[in-house]
């Protein structure tokens, strides 16, 4: 959906620049090397599936090397209707010469090595020696027997790929290009709109990905059978509007149930093999110091981060920490501290460590009143400045046996490898003190720089084969990412163009300290929510009629509001509240209200800022989570949302509720829009009689990336004026109604040339979303067009409305740079008393 | 963590504990020397003094009991950092009981006790060195592995590295913290050698100040609000040459403390109190 369109335009630049790139390090790497073709051929079967390679390769590579790539390819994909031992052989057969090669880099390797070890960076240039190891499959120390078996598989797989699948190939290849591309440029992805020729008419195979977020939520992500570990990550990057990413990784649970990092750079398939597709996203990099970090963003998602970690007793704390750090904790999530409303059972919500007592609860509260006046931004500062401190941050433990098959933990961290027994630490090696990383079999190895107190190599013993992969590839990149400051040395191209199957494909540190130092966009605005608070609201009867991040808006209603006097004016006017459920703070301007949990109150609320959403696109993401203190520009108007966990108790509405509340719904949004500087046509009403079957179309016009001011709807069937009468009627009876809503400057409907089209379909619980992706030639402009067919289907316990919303938002969300054109909703009502459940 | 925000040394209480009668015949030593007992009273009142008047600190003395002949020496009894003290399991059986009046001082000075309930651990304060940002543990005659670990447990913000004690008594019998980031040692190699230990387990540099006598490496360094840095170090005529070296120190209140009767039964200047910063939060 989105994402296909976002990509490929962010694509289409791409692929003559990964040329230029990738031979350029090859060359280099020749230059030392005995033999060009190791260094030349084990990259492309790494960094890129065959078919894209092919093509870029040539100029650089000599024809030698081009014949092996094809080889592997050919073979592979014959071997497919062989017999599995003739194929066996063949494989066998294909990974010697490999072998030979690997041979002859080593020793390259061994020949630099004395000429960098007083330079701080031969660590790292051993570091990347590494993965070579891994492939090799002799007796020598370093070497991993292992290797050779697991390089095959890999050369399988590219087989498999380019017998299948040229055309894809291609595509793939140019969204992998997309984040090298990315690396050095701008991070967010600009989506010009180009010809995708190769595109066109081909069937996708998509699936569903889900991937939990920090903040507990599920982010639904549709992506391509065969798309790389780096598209679903961008396209998660994106839902978060994040820019620092590189700390980022996501991660998925493999068959034995532990941990693994997806690794950007290949198929998601060929990674978690038979585990579902569902991720988390997670924090891979801890920074040392988050004060670095340029952006708000970044730090909250550390701290949700390390609330995770604390939670769940991965990051230890003494209870003086677990308070302090609780404190600060509150004061992002609630603001200053309140003695109305903060009572202590709000804190239950909170997990502030994996055992939480009351005591320290009352910590929590003592310290949180000493934090008044501090902004969010300024509370997480404060959580991260002491959290870093921890001992324990940023340490990735991995279970081990030292030589003498003592348990000990292996922990990686920036500044490199410690070795704990129990809770003490026994050793620790720096990363400038490791020359080399390994592993054989289930062993890991750590040659030490020579002259120290400890032997040059130590090994440990990790549980098996696989654990002791995932350790080394842990630290590879952990001593990439936080050692290696200049890339671009020859080094570096070595390592990334090595053999192995693993390398680190992101930015390191420095780089992306430098890239961030780059960002130039106001700070965006961002929820603060706590996870905790949305899996418990989640209890409540309202997720049944969720779908996806749904879930999260649906249960964090705010509860207090800052208004503009215009509104506040309207909503004390025409709706007259009952004492007690709307609370107007002292006239000053703006004025504060703060909404007592009641479900009317609240749904007011929420529509109110539905429409304040819905009329000015420009808000981006979720306004009604706005964090306290920042004013938001609506329009000229400010708007304050503070939101609590005291979420709606049922969901349940009486038939008169919805009346009444659909009924004030358009009042309020009426007097909005009066408040707005460009009223908008009230179109809003009719829409809000509408219901279940919906479909949106998007559209974005060609290349110019226009921030679209306003979505501009205007009613074509003016006279659908519908009733929510349907409502009232017990008897069985279907009713299909159409409303559709316009753009008016809406005149480019003269068909173009057509380029591609797609069709991507999700479902989710309740909704099943079908996405068609046009791609006209106009003129010598491309347009994308996108439609979005959202099939709600569920009982009338549904939010239409919010449902509509939802669906409008989440389109705005996906394409930014898109307006929406016109709006059809149909419906068809099954009215039916047993409906109710 | 609070003890994170407080700069290093901070403290406002300190607890002490006056020598019993038969300390001077009782208290365990590692050579045999005499104890002038009159003598050792004096410095123990100089010392206390020292700490009450010249430095101002609130000094909470627990009276001598006659049956624990070492109970001077309070550091062992318990690790104080931030909120927490630890009451420790000292490896000597005959000072296991020196435990119970200290654990009651520090109750009432509100700190958040935990306690050594495992029998197999042994733990003296005197080899806990807490630099401010990790803690070391020297591996003593005194204290075990299992003593360690559970330091580590009840001081989880930090790391807690072990350190082998080859040679002395404890691990603070050859150093201590001069300064922030600055760790006095001795000019043994044994010393030598535990600084390197330190020193590689270490995620941070320490500046390091050696001195000539491995027991004058034991001094008390304090960060105090009016006073700035303050050090309590040996006095010059019982170690002239590491009396140079502290007295070279820049913008330090000096403050030489006479140590010559303690000494005798393995008492050092950090020996005979227990810190504790309770202006945490207010």
């Given amino acids: 959906m989105t994402t296909e369109v976002g990509s490929e335009t962010e694509v289409k630049k791409e692929p003559e620049k990964a040329e230029e790139q990738s031979p350029a390090p090859e060359q280099d790497a020749q230059a030392p090397a005995a033999e060009p073709k190791a260094e030349a051929e084990l990259p492309c079967g790494e960094t890129a599936p065959p078919g894209g390679d092919g093509d870029a390769q040539p100029k650089a590579a000599s024809p030698e090397k081009e014949r092996k790539q094809k080889e592997p390819s050919a073979g592979k994909g014959i071997s497919r209707f062989l017999p599995p031992w003739l194929k066996r052989q063949k494989s066998q057969s294909q990974a010697e010469p490999r072998e030979a090669e690997k041979e002859n880099q080593e020793k390259v390797d061994e020949q630099q090595q004395p000429g960098q070890e007083s330079a701080p960076k031969s660590p790292v240039s051993e570091a990347k020696e590494a993965p070579g190891e891994e492939l090799k499959s002799d007796d020598k120390d370093d070497k991993h027997s292992i290797g050779s078996a697991d390089t095959q598989p890999a050369k399988e797989e590219k087989g498999d790929e380019s017998l299948e699948r040229s055309a894809d190939v291609k595509e793939k290849e140019e969204s992998k290009c997309e984040e090298k591309k990315e690396e050095g440029e701008t991070p967010k992805p600009d989506s010009g709109t180009e010809k995708p020729l190769l595109k066109a008419a081909k069937k996708m195979k998509t699936v569903m990905c889900h991937v939990t977020l920090l903040d507990g939520s599920q982010f639904p992500c549709e992506v391509e059978k065969r798309a790389k570990g780096h598209f679903l990550f961008f396209k998660v990057c994106e839902h978060l509007n994040l820019l620092e990413k590189d700390y980022f990784g996501l991660s998925y649970k493999d068959a034995a149930d532990q941990k693994c990092w997806l690794d950007p750079a290949k198929e998601i398939k060929r990674q978690i093999r038979n585990s579902p597709w569902q991720f988390a996203f997670n924090v891979k990099f801890y920074p040392p110091d988050p004060s670095q970090l340029t952006e708000d963003i970044t730090r909250y998602l ?24 609780g404190s ?39 310290l949180h009143k000493n934090h008044r006046g501090m902004t969010p931004a300024q509370a997480d500062a404060q959580f991260l400045e002491n959290a870093k401190k921890l001992s324990m941050y940023g340490v990735d433990l991995h279970h081990a046996k030292d030589s003498e098959g003592v348990d000990i933990m292996l922990g990686v961290c920036a500044n490199g490898l410690l070795v704990y027994k129990d809770r003490l630490r026994i050793n620790r090696f720096a990363w400038p003190k490791i020359l080399k990383i390994s592993y054989k079999r289930s062993n890991f190895y750590i040659k030490i720089r020579p002259g120290e107190q400890f032997e040059s190599s130590v090994g440990f013993k990790l549980p098996n084969h696989r654990s002791a992969k995932r350790l080394w590839k842990v630290c590879v990149e952990h001593h990439t990412f936080f050692r290696l400051v200049t890339p671009e040395q020859p080094p570096k191209a070595r390592f990334l163009t090595l053999g192995s199957k693993f390398r680190y494909s992101g930015r390191t540190q420095a780089q992306t300290r430098q890239a961030s130092s780059l960002i130039d966009r106001p700070a965006p605005y961002f929820e603060r929510t706590s996870s905790k608070r949305v899996s418990r609201s989640l209890d409540g009867g309202g997720s049944r009629t969720q779908h996806g991040s749904a879930n999260h808006y649906a249960t964090c209603w705010p509860t207090s509001l800052l208004l503009s006097p215009r509104l506040a004016q309207w909503i004390r006017l025409h709706h007259p509240l009952p004492r007690g459920e709307l609370v107007w703070s002292d006239s000053q301007t703006p004025l504060r209200a703060t909404l007592v949990l009641n479900r009317t109150a609240c749904l007011r609320a929420f529509w109110c800022l539905v429409c304040v959403r819905l009329a000015s696109p420009c808000l981006q993401t979720s306004l009604w989570f706005l964090i306290p203190q920042s004013k938001l520009r609506v329009q000229g108007e400010n708007i304050y949302v503070r939101h609590s966990n005291l979420m709606l108790e049922d969901l349940d509405k009486t038939q008169e509720d919805v009346l009444k509340h659909q009924a004030s719904i358009s009042e309020l949004k009426r007097s909005f829009m009066e408040s707005t500087p460009e009223p908008r046509p009230d179109q809003w009403d009719k829409r809000l009689t509408a219901s279940p079957a919906t479909s949106l179309r998007l559209q974005a016009q060609g290349p110019p990336v226009v921030k679209t001011e306003m979505v501009t709807i205007s009613d074509t069937f003016a006279a659908q004026k519908t009733e929510i009468s349907t409502k009232e009627v017990p008897i069985v009876h279907t009713e299909t109604k159409t409303i559709t809503y316009e753009a008016a400057q809406v005149g480019d409907s003269e068909p173009g040339v057509l380029m591609t089209a797609q069709t991507i379909t999700s479902e989710s619980l309740c909704t099943t979303t079908t996405t068609h992706i046009t791609k006209t030639l106009k003129g010598g402009l491309s347009e994308t067009r996108i439609e979005k067919r959202i099939v709600i289907t569920g009982d009338s316990d549904i939010d239409h409305d919010q449902a509509l919303a939802q669906a409008i938002k989440e389109a705005k969300e996906q394409h930014p740079d898109m307006s929406v054109t016109r709006v059809v909703v149909h419906k068809e009502t099954e009215l039916a008393e047993e409906g109710e459940d | 963590m609070t003890a994170l925000t407080a700069p290093f040394g901070r403290f406002t209480h300190s607890v002490v504990r006056a020598i019993p009668a038969s300390f001077g015949e009782g208290a365990l030593r590692t050579c045999s020397a005499q104890v002038d007992l009159a003598a050792a009273l004096r410095e123990h009142e100089h010392y206390v003094a020292v700490l009450k008047h010249r430095l101002g600190l609130q000094v909470v003395e627990l009276p001598a009991d006659e049956s624990l002949p070492d109970c001077v020496f309070v550091e062992d009894a318990a690790v104080v950092c931030g909120d927490t003290a630890l009451v420790t399991r000292p490896g000597a059986p005959s000072r296991r009981k020196e435990t119970e009046a200290m654990k009651q001082a520090l109750q009432e000075l509100n700190l958040n006790i935990v306690e050594m309930d495992d029998d ?3 733990l003296d304060g005197g080899d806990v060195l807490f630099t401010g940002r990790e803690f070391f543990v020297g591996l003593s005659t005194r204290t075990n592995q299992r003593g360690a670990e559970i ?15 080859l040679d002395g008594l404890h691990l603070k019998s050859f150093c201590s913290m001069a300064g922030p980031d600055l760790i006095a040692i001795g000019s043994s190699e044994p010393a030598q050698k535990a600084f390197k230990v330190m020193q ?34 040996c006095t010059s005529e019982e170690y002239p040459e590491s009396a140079k070296v502290f007295e070279k120190l820049k913008d330090y209140t000096l403050i030489p403390v006479s140590n010559s009767e303690k000494v005798k039964v393995d008492g050092a200047l950090t020996c005979c109190s227990v810190f504790i910063n309770k202006k945490l939060e207010n």
């Avoid at chain 1, 200053?336 to 910590?363: I, W």
């Avoid at chain 2, 009840?154 to 082998?164: L, M, N």
Wanted: hydrophobic fraction near 35%; charged fraction near 25%.
């Fill in chain 1, 302 to 325: 550390l701290c949700l981060q390390l609330r995770q970690d604390i939670a769940s007793g991965r990051l230890p704390c003494s209870f003086v920490t677990h308070s302090l750090l």
């Fill in chain 2, 151 to 165: 330091l580590a447990d009840a001081f989880k913000d930090y790391t807690v590295s072990p350190v082998p004690v």
């Fill in chain 2, 120 to 122: 197999s651990a042994t």
């Fill in chain 2, 200 to 233: 590689q387990m270490s995620d941070h540099r320490y500046d390091k100040l050696t001195v000539s006598d491995d027991m004058a490496a034991n001094c008390v360094y304090m960060n105090l609000p009016d006073k700035g840095h303050v050090l309590l170090y």
């Fill in chain 1, 328 to 366: 600060y904790t509150l004061q992002a999530e609630l603001g200053d501290y309140d003695p109305s409303e903060h009572r202590l059972e709000y804190l239950s919500d909170f997990q502030f460590a994996p055992t939480q007592t009351k005591e320290m609860e009352e910590k929590v509260v003592e």
